[in-house]
């Protein structure tokens, strides 16, 4: 069984992560959810949560949270994604393709300002 | 839907949805026996028998933000398609198994797809549930290689540090994707 690279190894992650989340001033927490119902994952929501996990990866992204959600009624505008930050109101965008994904972490999760083009009316 | 791996996730969802508290996740390739077998076993809220005949109906639904449900209707005519079939069997309290199974070369048969993207967007969307990943591939002499992923280990040596932080989703992105690739190196899919 392969399964577990190896748990010591995986307190050691821990250990770092923890320290490197101290060393930042927090700057508020910041939530993303990708809407994952069929309507979603049919539209490409997983290539959506893909790229956004990548971006956390690439830029080393401390103190994101990352889940989804299941269909929200608005089927059409696939794949849907969310963005919380701190106690700010949540920014729904429409049409967020991996691309698109990118660009919203980088200018409205890291940037702090929103991507008004693919922002949904609601 | 393009991928056996986006329907697991979907049916997965179903899962989260009824409250489940463990989803277990199979997936079987065999070579040999020309099988390919996907499954989801939940403890979840379950279902009577009545509502377990009518979530085969592509416009039954219980949610309330459109009018169609599609998942499992979408996933049976999958395997159906190649051969295969979809069977369900639930019980009020106890929980749900869904199972689909597949000929493995039948030229219809959807690709299995990214398996361990699905696992690996599981596990880190819904934290609170305990996960357990079961992927074993047989080749054609019959030779069994499993990977098998229970997060519940993972989980309490992480306490409080989120699955989303940078260094514990590379962790667990090379775990699952290592993990994958050592069952058969050479895997077409």
């Known amino acids: 069984m392969p399964a577990i690279k190896s748990l010591e190894e995986l307190k050691r992650v821990r250990e770092e992560a923890l320290a490197k989340k101290q060393m930042k001033a927090a700057p508020g927490h910041i939530q993303v959810i990708v809407a994952m119902g069929t309507c979603g994952i049919a539209a490409g929501a997983r290539d959506t949560m893909k790229s956004v996990l990548n971006y956390i990866e690439a830029e080393n992204l401390s103190g994101v949270t990352v889940t989804q959600t299941g269909c929200i009624g608005m089927c059409e505008q696939e794949p849907i994604m969310q963005v919380i930050v701190g106690d700010q109101p949540k920014v729904t965008y429409g049409k967020v393709n991996a691309e698109v994904a990118a660009q919203i972490m980088k200018q409205h999760v890291q940037g702090g300002l929103p991507l008004k083009d693919h922002v949904l009316p609601i | ?189």
Request: with cysteine; proline share 4%; aromatic share 6%.
């Open chain 2, 1 to 189: 839907m393009r991928e056996i791996a986006l329907h697991l996730m979907d049916i997965a969802e179903n899962s989260v949805a009824a409250e489940s508290r463990t989803i277990r996740m199979d997936v079987v390739e065999d070579l040999k026996a020309d099988l390919l077998k996907v499954c989801i076993v939940d403890d979840g809220r379950g279902m009577d028998e009545e509502t377990a005949k009518r979530v085969l109906d592509p416009f039954y639904t219980t949610r309330t933000t459109r009018k169609v449900g599609l998942g499992i209707p979408l996933l049976k005519s999958a395997a159906e398609m190649s051969d295969g079939g979809l069977t369900l069997a639930s019980e009020p309290g106890k929980g749900t198994r869904v199972e689909a199974t597949f000929r493995h070369s039948h030229i219809d048969r959807m690709p299995l797809g990214d398996v361990g993207m699905t696992m690996l967007t599981l596990l880190i969307s819904y934290p609170h549930i305990h996960w357990t990943f079961n992927y074993q591939f047989a080749d054609k002499q019959g030779r069994l290689n499993e990977f098998v992923l229970d997060d519940e280990e993972i989980k309490s040596a992480l306490g409080d540090v989120s699955l989303t932080e940078p260094d514990v989703l590379r962790f667990l992105r090379g775990m699952i994707e290592e993990g994958i690739a050592a069952l058969a190196p050479q895997t077409e899919f």
